[in-house]
């Protein structure tokens, strides 16, 4: 009895410690600003469940909840029933003639012929898809809270809450207290709005949608809108459960609650799509939406708050990280962003930027949901930039490059469950278009199997788009070393996607197999052998030599890739030590084109590294000063990776300074209007949530790299960050790395793994080989 007492004593006492720890620690991990938001891309804030984005405004008299679902899409087989997945039979047959104007180096004649089949294949209706029935993601509409309240307003606050996932909303009118918490519940499958008030008020909420209404409905506390897509007929339900002390009534569409200190909404939405070639429609979307509102029935508010909560902190509080002293949370977001442009010097800003990308991720891609798209899960339009679509020559594999590094594989798999709903239409475009087995994807992808060469050239043309997705698949595998997913999931989808290389490939005079033709992404004309396809075909088949090996498979078919991989025509230094980018050594000096894909072998590949290819970094490096320190917001993220694998950590620096320039800017910029918008979100412009990733994946690849099969703390370390640390960053091999620096050096190391599992880690060119102990827990000796 008395040892039970001293252990009930001495747990008390740690609780109690911990607690007034916990009250003395400020979250400075937050956006926020002292005014509400007046423009949706610029300033509105996100929150999310996986399933939906909304972006609240924080609004005073009405609050606007604008919000999307992901799988709601104009287009597809719906709009049209002679969609046929961009797909002509037999389109391969301009291929022959293509290649031999370019073995004659007739360029321009065969850059026209290939444009001309390809447009062929668009136009004619019975080769599928006019644009129209490509599609777009759906914004599903907005939800608008007016708020009867009058007076002067004092203390207003709106803020995005990083630590706890969570959204906020604060101010006084005439002594009276109000406040606001949003946040989107994953294992609710809902979005939650809590208004609060110390003192009875009346709200009336709307619902408006661009989209035609089928029923509308109220009964028990729950409002039902149940619409349509209009040129597809996709059906869609989204519900409203009310909470409230005052009184609810409902009149005309409208929700009226009177007399209310609290009122809770639980907000849920689901459409009848199904990832599921070729026909992507079936889903009971009412009975979704029974089961997620069955599930918040006997919870209250605290309940399902603190459920969300839990299942956020679980992912989110894997990763900590300080670069310095954050001594300016007490100044606004957007005025903070401005003063770190003109020179402030803000490591907190920076720790933020780099939390709020794996917040988003949360928010917006969890296990059986949809993928992020080139928005994450926020749009508010029915015909969004660039369809708001899967773009697949840079744009969804930057989305997903923080996954891993960060700690947040789990959001990496609905990835991996789009692309497996692309292989069989991925095969059909294969065969049709290049007489090849395997699956492809080309620039533009949807919902609903669109894998062709988009809509002409070059920058629709891009049937490497599978072999880069499959790098991810890969990537997984090697964070996670989980040889159960290699076997079902990845080596299946790589396996596929080497077969259309070894089949597209071709010999060229010289001996070596080349792309022909190709383009590289969205730049210059029609090659022989653009340089990505041939770096991207030599890392596929890397990689599943690699994967044959772990799973002791296919003995004939790793022999077949190793032959086809070492005849790849190899990456090139050109006339003016530049790494060319195409075949044929025509790089000009002075251009500035934001796309810069024949360095894919340095960044995300591994192809060229500054150990084992120095002169080849060194022709990436030429490439890249080349390219200048402008571009859009994806272009700026990248050249960050690119400088920190070149390990010129303050050169890194200043390009993701460049990312954070305030900008306001919201049409298309293709050149140089990258930056960020008051809200964080990165500007292309307009808004691409790739920068927002791949940013932060710059950050974590300048303190740990581990794509040289050895772990390197610090590699590219800015001489801006002296002192720091991070806790749980990953690293290939199934590791997890904790580190603290001070003046720059670092003072302590420590990798975490499995009990047995070998490696080597590498600080200022110093190899240790390790073994982790028993307690999971390896030390650098430094």
Not at 188 to 201: G, H, L, P, Q
Request: proline share 4%; hydrophobic share 35%; aromatic share 12%.
């Amino acid at each position: 009895m008395n040892n039970t007492l001293n252990f009930l004593f001495l747990m008390g006492l740690i609780s109690l410690i911990s607690c007034k720890a916990e009250t003395k620690t400020e979250n400075n991990l937050r956006l926020w600003y002292d005014k509400p938001a007046t423009e949706w891309m610029t300033e509105a804030l996100p929150i999310g469940n996986g399933y939906m984005g909304a972006m609240f405004f924080g609004g005073l008299e009405k609050e606007q909840i604008q919000f999307s679902e992901g799988s709601l899409w104009s287009g597809g087989p719906g709009s049209n029933p002679d969609y046929n997945f961009g797909i002509r039979e037999e389109a391969w047959k301009y291929l022959p003639k293509v290649r031999e104007l370019l073995d004659a180096g007739k360029l321009d004649e065969a850059h026209k012929l290939a444009n001309q089949e390809l447009k062929g294949v668009i136009h004619k209706k019975r080769g599928g898809a006019q644009f129209g029935d490509y599609g777009a993601q759906q914004t599903m509409g907005d939800l608008f809270i007016s708020v009867e309240h009058k007076g002067e307003v004092s203390n207003y606050k709106r803020e995005l809450d990083i630590t706890n996932g969570e959204g906020k909303v604060s101010y006084e009118i005439a002594g009276q207290k109000y406040s606001r918490t949003y946040f989107g519940s994953y294992p609710a499958k809902a979005m939650v709005y809590r208004f609060e008030s110390n003192s009875k008020t009346n709200y009336l909420l709307e619902y408006e949608t661009p989209h035609k209404k089928n029923e509308e409905a109220f009964s028990k506390a729950i409002y039902s809108f149940r619409g349509e897509v209009e040129d597809n007929g996709m059906q869609f339900e989204t519900c409203l459960k009310i909470d409230t002390d005052g009184k609810l009534e409902y009149e005309n569409g409208k929700l009226k609650v009177t007399d209310a200190k609290t009122l809770t909404i639980y907000h849920v939405a689901a459409t009848d799509y199904t990832l599921e070639y070729p026909k992507y429609k079936g889903n009971d979307y009412k009975a979704d939406n029974i089961k997620s509102l069955s599930k918040l029935e006997g919870k209250s508010y605290e309940e399902v708050r603190n459920a969300h909560q839990k299942d956020y902190q679980e992912l989110f509080a894997r990763v900590e990280l300080n670069l310095g002293k954050n001594s300016r949370d007490s100044v606004p977001t957007d005025r903070r962003l401005r003063e770190y442009s003109k020179g402030e010097v803000d490591p907190g800003l920076e720790q933020i930027y780099f939390q709020y990308s794996r917040y988003m991720m949360i928010a917006a891609s969890r296990p059986g949901t949809m993928p992020l798209h080139l928005q994450g899960k926020w749009n508010n339009s029915t015909n969004p930039p660039w369809a708001a679509d899967y773009h697949m020559n840079i744009n969804q594999q930057m989305l997903y490059w923080p996954a891993e590094v960060t700690n947040l594989d789990e959001c990496h798999l609905p990835l991996f469950e789009y692309m497996e709903s692309l292989v069989e239409p991925g095969q059909v475009s294969a065969k049709e278009f290049f007489n090849a087995r395997g699956w492809i994807v080309n620039t533009m992808n949807n919902p609903f199997g669109f894998t062709s060469p988009g809509w002409g050239l070059p920058w629709g043309f891009f049937p490497g788009g599978a072999a880069w997705l499959c790098q991810h698949a890969w990537e997984h595998y090697d964070f996670t070393r989980d040889e159960a997913y290699l076997k079902k999931t990845a080596y299946p989808l790589m396996k596929e996607a080497a077969l259309f290389w070894i089949d597209y490939l071709t010999e060229d005079k010289n001996g070596f197999l080349v792309s022909s033709p190709s383009y590289s992404p969205e730049h210059g004309g029609i090659s022989g052998g653009a340089s990505m396809d041939h770096q991207m075909a030599w890392d596929l088949l890397n990689n599943c030599i690699s994967a044959c090996n772990v799973l002791g498979v296919d003995e004939d078919f790793k022999k077949e890739a190793k032959t086809v991989r070492d005849k790849i025509f190899p990456p090139t230094i050109g006339k003016w030590g530049q790494l060319q980018e195409w075949k044929e050594d025509v790089d000009n000096p002075n251009n500035k084109h934001r796309h810069v894909s024949h360095l894919y072998a340095l960044h995300p590949g591994k192809q060229i590294t500054v150990e084992n290819t120095p002169g080849l970094a060194e022709a990436a490096k030429v490439s890249i000063n080349a390219r200048g320190d402008d571009g859009t917001g994806w272009s700026l993220a990248w050249k960050v990776n690119f400088w920190a694998r070149l390990k010129d950590g303050d050169r890194a620096y200043k390009l993701f300074k460049r990312l954070l320039r305030p900008t306001g800017q919201q049409g298309t910029d293709m050149m140089s209007g990258g930056g960020s918008y008051s809200n964080l979100l990165c500007a292309h412009p307009p808004f691409q949530l790739d920068g927002n990733m791949g940013g932060c994946a710059g950050i974590a690849e300048l303190l740990l790299q581990s794509h040289t099969e050895t772990i390197e703390l610090l590699p590219a370390l800015p001489s801006e960050w002296k002192n720091g640390s991070v806790k749980g960053l990953k690293a290939r091999g199934g590791f997890e790395v904790n580190m603290e620096w001070k003046d720059g050096e670092l003072v302590s190391a420590h990798i975490l793994g499995k009990k047995g599992a070998v490696g080597s880690s590498k600080y200022q060119g110093v190899v240790n080989e390790f073994e982790i102990p028993e307690n999971g827990v390896h030390s650098v000796n430094l």
